[in-house]
């Protein structure tokens, strides 16, 4: 049972540790340029036009097109991400408004059906949902105040050699071209 005002000590954080932190930044471009420049984070590796395949928003299917760039300081991903359309989304809906702080944090999972499971039971809302190729992501909206979405996301294919080789490239990075296009 929860009880208002008092920690549960078996929220969402029982699914995992935090792995990134992701913003949607007004001005892309300049968010990337702070983030190498001031913060010494990157190089960031950039795709271009993602769609999730079976994207659902509030349970509706949508088209909605966006851009990432992905970067490590140290074990924490930073993802930084710029909406190509107007789409129903979390990057374009009543979740995009935040003044570039922080937008969502993502948590890898095993099992996103169980991951499903705990989030019902905490009362969090599933606000979008989709695939790319064999990974399954849902966000999540804990509810009960100010804070941030979930990303809850099923690693398939090749998606954790892709997080380790951007890892790997942000750990040995020069300060050398620090937005790099992949795809």
Do not use: N
């Not at 999730?52 to 760039?69: I, K, N, V």
């Amino acid at each position: 049972m929860v009880v208002a005002g008092k920690p549960d000590a078996k929220g969402l954080s029982q699914l995992g540790e935090v792995m990134q932190i992701a913003f949607v930044p007004e001005d892309f471009d300049a968010a990337v340029r702070h983030w190498t420049a001031v913060m010494g984070v990157g190089p960031f590796h950039l795709l271009e036009d993602v769609r999730l395949e079976a994207m659902r928003y509030r349970g509706a299917p949508s088209a909605a097109a966006f851009d990432l760039a992905l970067a490590y300081w140290g074990d924490m991903q930073v993802e930084l991400i710029r909406p190509r359309d107007g789409h129903p989304s979390i990057y374009t809906g009543e979740y995009a408004d935040v003044g570039g702080g922080l937008h969502h944090v993502c948590i890898l999972v095993d099992d996103i059906a169980d991951a499903r499971r705990v989030c019902a039971a905490r009362g969090a809302e599933v606000v979008l949902e989709g695939a790319l190729g064999d990974s399954r992501v849902i966000y999540v909206d804990p509810g009960q105040g100010p804070g941030s979405l979930v990303e809850i996301l099923q690693q398939g294919g090749e998606g954790p050699r892709l997080f380790a080789a951007i890892k790997a490239a942000c750990a040995e990075w020069d300060g050398s071209e620090p937005l790099r296009r992949l795809g």
